[in-house]
């Protein structure tokens, strides 16, 4: 500042200067308009400057030389762009006093004046050519009548450092000005800078003097203020006024009735200040004051802090000067917590040397804070300062006991414009509970910016800090050792030694760049309890439905470097170890690589990243070596039914933009087993696809993908291959199922739409296929229940029966394929190989209703001559017979029901019965034939042509009840077959 206040002078005294020269060759001449061109070109040749003089010129001669002229401009050199202008200025001076060097002048007014000062990277500036001398300059005395400058301005600007200072509606008026005599000086004007920012007015009025021969300085009425964006602060408001009369050289100074005054918000809080110093006289042999005063009060989010400081009367010597003491008084309001104190120490100091002590500042604390267990605490603080400000030094020792908190330390400063601190502080214990309170203030969103440290830069930081044990919230924190450190590039947390509840940590932390601070850090953790941080809470919280995306915009202000290692992490049930995370993160993108960890019997090596951070998008490799995914998935009782009309919310998909692939050695899902996943995503706008999706699946391999549509109406499509696929241990693991075995190929090809799993179920639609060898279907043996009508003519059972899961039906080959609509599975290709059983393609259809998970199927099986051996060739008569076979029921319970009657119909014109031989063979053929059934039953019987069976009804109590239908001849019949067959 000080810099651009000389620049400026500069280049408005050239200005003034060629502004004078001009005035001097103009009046020399009768008629100065006609010698323009002639000035022009002289600033031309000899500065290489483009002068504009607008407008008339106006002399006087006589007893005054003066000149009024209209608008002036000056280039920079060689170069057309303007360096400074006028828009008018009036000034005359007296004629006989230059004859003895004196310069008497009237008023000058000086009216839109401009100036543009550029320093350059080089060091020079675009005003050196105008300060170059070609001959020594002599004393001349000067007397000018005053000044009066309107509306004017001045910039400044340091190409290289960026730095930029402009004045801006400037006005001045003094009064008479002759060297080394005071003058009365008014003024007002606009200051913008961007190093340090300000933006602000300000006024200045009193009388001066300023004699740099003498070195003598005085302000008298001084009255000073300046408002606006200042030191950081926003609409500050800082007033001073008082006299000072001052000698540096000689350290004499006069203050009197010195008042200044300051408020301004920073970072949200209201800061006020108020110093008054009615008299100070420091003179060669003797230094006298009296009482002077601070207050200071700042106000923030309703709690506020105001200090009181006194110094009292200061006597002695300028070697030796002695005050009865400091003594102040603080009071704190932070929530329900106040705090009261006061404080006093004696005063000593040397005004030659510069050396001030503070030999004992004693003071105490009360603390009331219903939170507390008592109510409240008391404590007592003591400190010894001593400050040399000429060698820059100050040093200081202290105590603080407050409650069963006891903290004590050193500190040594050098260099006060960037102080070099040095300190070692100690504590047996700090119980932050009691002397933090509660804030009361919501915590403020991030506003994704990075905070500016450039403030640590002026930091220079050595020392050591050891605490026993130390309280804060729930935490039990103990043994904190670290050493701290920072020499104006990096702020260094090193030698970290602490014990956090159960977890010892150890390591290192770092801040750099302070203007967009990067963090670094390298740290050890030998075991870690989640659950202890975790939150308690059980309250569900609500599916947001909000489709807005996710904002990590808080990440934008994150710029670190380095990596974690835990031995060993509990979070619930859950185990981990060995676990290592390297995070790098530059306010664009958030690495972690590696994330590796031992977590229960699963290793776990990934990385992960996050970009774009208002609408993440998220990127990842993992690989496992094995995963059981159903020791994490909490079990439902067995007892409760799933709702199939429960909603799907899908809303999170909408937010969530990823890609990346997947790779698990070893899968358990919902009982499935499956080796070398492999999996790849790619979600963007709602839609999430996973391709490939492929595996290892029970001695085969599937391929294929499965598509995710969340921007509407939930939809998936689902694509999926499986070759030389083991079915039964597939179905047994996956729905406990074991009534179909094989191994073979099955495909398919479904899409889905809805707003309930029981939608998305009834909506599938598309294909599917399978083909199985060398399998069996399990809970029917049809051909064992061929071979018990050999000893058993079971022919006239109609009933179904519940699966049987210790009979099977053996196949060589099946084959079929489906058409999905609206949740329904439509077969017609059944085609299967039996030993004794053919089921031909055309001869099966049925549908199994996936939306209600039931089937109802009829297959229509032939018997083949391939049942050979001991009684084999008595079935030879049914070859070629179909045997339907009905399947109805449930997936969690089938049920087959065979078709016997159709059997024995066949059976009743094969040669199978004539071995039963009489009457009874004869009969049971009428029966089941076309015979008549009446006179069959009572020749199978014995019996003669049952009568009439129609009876009164009895009279008894049962006489209530409906009375049956009676019977046919053919049930009659049937029945009394069943008995006789022992069925």
Do not use: C
């Not at 109510?375 to 202290?398: P, Q, R, V, W, Y």
């Not at 506003?447 to 640590?456: E, F, H, M, N």
């Not at 947390?493 to 770092?510: E, F």
């Amino acid at each position: 500042m000080k810099k651009f206040l000389k620049y400026s002078l500069y280049g408005v005294g050239g200005l003034i200067g060629l502004v004078l020269i001009a005035v001097g060759i103009i009046a020399a001449t009768f008629n100065p308009n006609d010698y323009k061109q002639k000035v022009i070109d002289l600033v031309q040749e000899k500065k290489e400057r483009t002068l504009k003089l607008d407008g008339d010129i106006k002399l006087a001669f006589w007893p005054k030389i003066g000149a009024d002229l209209g608008k002036v401009s000056l280039s920079e050199h060689k170069n057309s762009k303007e360096f400074a202008s006028l828009n008018g200025v009036k000034v005359s001076l007296a004629l006989l006093p230059l004859l003895k060097k004196e310069l008497v002048v009237d008023t000058v007014y000086i009216d839109g004046a401009q100036a543009n000062i550029v320093k350059y990277k080089d060091g020079t500036t675009n005003f050196d050519d105008l300060m170059s001398k070609e001959e020594e300059s002599q004393d001349i005395k000067f007397d000018i009548d005053g000044v009066n400058i309107t509306n004017s301005s001045l910039s400044y600007s340091d190409e290289g450092t960026g730095a930029k200072y402009n004045i801006s509606k400037f006005n001045l008026k003094s009064g008479h000005i002759a060297l080394a005599e005071p003058v009365d000086i008014t003024t007002d004007f606009a200051v913008n800078s961007n190093q340090p920012e300000i933006a602000a007015n300000a006024n200045l009025k009193g009388n001066f003097l300023v004699d740099p021969e003498t070195k003598h300085f005085v302000a008298k009425g001084l009255d000073a203020a300046i408002k606006g964006d200042l030191l950081g602060g926003k609409n500050v408001d800082v007033t001073l006024s008082g006299d000072v009369d001052a000698k540096p050289e000689s350290r004499e100074f006069l203050v009197d009735s010195l008042k200044l005054v300051g408020s301004g918000q920073f970072n949200e809080a209201k800061l006020s200040i108020e110093l008054n110093a009615p008299k100070l006289n420091a003179q060669k042999d003797e230094v006298t004051s009296k009482k002077t005063t601070v207050t200071l009060m700042q106000e923030k989010a309703g709690d506020t802090f105001k200090a009181n400081l006194e110094l009292a009367d200061i006597k002695g010597s300028p070697k030796a000067l002695e005050s009865s003491g400091i003594t102040g008084e603080i009071s704190a309001v932070q929530g329900k917590r106040t705090v009261t104190g006061k404080f006093s120490s004696p005063f000593s100091g040397n005004l030659e040397s510069l050396i001030f002590d503070l030999p004992k500042l004693a003071g105490n604390l009360d603390i009331k804070d219903p939170s507390l267990p008592n109510g409240g605490m008391k404590g007592l603080f003591n400190l010894s300062a001593h400050t040399d400000i000429k060698n820059e030094l100050a040093n200081s020792k202290f105590s603080l006991n407050i409650d069963d908190t006891k903290l004590n330390g050193d500190v040594a400063v050098a260099s006060f414009k960037k102080p070099s601190i040095k300190f070692n502080l100690s504590a047996d214990k700090l119980n932050l509970n009691k002397l933090l309170a509660k804030s009361t203030q919501a915590e403020k969103p991030s506003s994704g910016k990075p905070a500016d440290l450039s403030a640590i830069k002026n930091l220079l930081l050595d020392g050591k800090l050891n605490v026993g044990s130390i309280q804060y919230e729930k935490f039990q924190i103990s043994g904190l050792n670290v050493a701290i450190k920072a020499d104006g590039e990096k702020l260094t947390l090193s030698g970290l030694n602490v014990k956090v509840d159960d977890s010892q940590i150890k390591g290192s932390l770092g801040i750099s760049q302070f203007s967009k601070p990067l963090y670094t850090f390298d740290l050890d953790i030998d075991q870690l309890d989640v659950d202890k941080y975790a939150s308690t809470s059980k309250t569900p919280t609500k599916a947001s439905s909000d489709s807005k995306p996710l904002d990590l915009s808080a990440l934008k202000a994150l710029n670190a470097d380095g990596n974690l290692r835990i031995g060993s992490l509990k979070y619930g049930k859950t185990k981990a170890s060995n676990i290592r995370i390297d995070l790098k993160a530059d306010g664009q993108k958030l690495n972690l690589n590696p994330v590796a960890a031992k977590i229960d019997d699963s290793q776990v090596n990934a990385n992960v990243g996050i970009s774009r951070f208002s609408d993440p998008i998220f990127s990842f490799n993992v690989n496992i070596d094995k995963l059981d995914v159903d020791r994490y998935i909490t079990k439902s009782s067995s007892t409760t039914k799933s709702d199939g009309d429960a909603p799907i919310d899908l809303s999170a998909l909408k937010k969530f933009n990823a890609s990346g692939e997947a790779k698990i050695g070893w899968l358990k899902l919902a009982n499935v087993k499956t080796e070398n996943v492999n999996l790849g995503l790619k979600a963007e706008g709602g839609v999430a696809t996973l391709s490939p999706f492929s595996a290892n699946l029970y001695q085969g391999s599937m391929s294929g993908l499965l598509k995710v549509d969340a921007r509407s109406t939930p939809s998936i499509a689902f694509k999926q291959s499986m070759k030389n696929v083991s079915i039964g241990p597939l179905l047994v693991d996956s729905i406990n199922n074991d009534m179909l075995s094989g191994k073979g190929t099955v495909n398919v090809d479904v899409t889905a739409s809805g707003n309930t799993v029981g939608a998305l179920k009834k909506a599938l639609s598309g294909s599917s296929s399978l083909s199985l060898t060398d399998g069996a279907l399990k809970g029917v043996d049809i051909a064992g229940s061929v071979r018990e009508l050999k000893n058993k003519v079971n022919i006239l059972k109609t009933k179904d029966a519940n699966a049987d899961k210790s009979k099977k039906t053996d196949f060589s080959e099946l084959t079929a394929s489906f058409t999905i609509k609206n949740g329904v599975a439509h077969n017609e290709d059944l085609a299967m190989k039996a030993p004794i059983l053919r089921l031909a393609k055309g001869d099966s259809r049925g549908d199994i209703d996936i939306g209600n998970e039931s089937i109802n199927y009829l297959a229509k099986p032939t018997i083949v001559k391939s049942l050979k051996g001991q009684e084999g060739a008595d079935l030879d008569s049914l070859a070629g017979f179909a045997i339907p076979l009905k399947i109805t029921g449930t997936f969690s319970s089938p049920k087959y029901g065979m078709d016997f009657a159709a059997i024995g119909t066949a059976l009743a014109q094969s040669k199978l019965l004539d071995k039963v031989g009489g009457d009874k063979a004869t009969a049971v053929k009428d029966l089941l034939g076309n015979g008549n059934k009446v006179d069959a039953l009572s020749g199978l019987l014995g019996k003669k042509k049952p009568a009439d069976t129609t009876t009164t009804p009895a009279t008894t109590d049962a006489a209530a009840k409906p009375a049956e239908a009676p019977k046919s001849a053919e049930d009659q019949a049937k029945d009394k077959l069943k008995k006789l067959l022992k069925f």
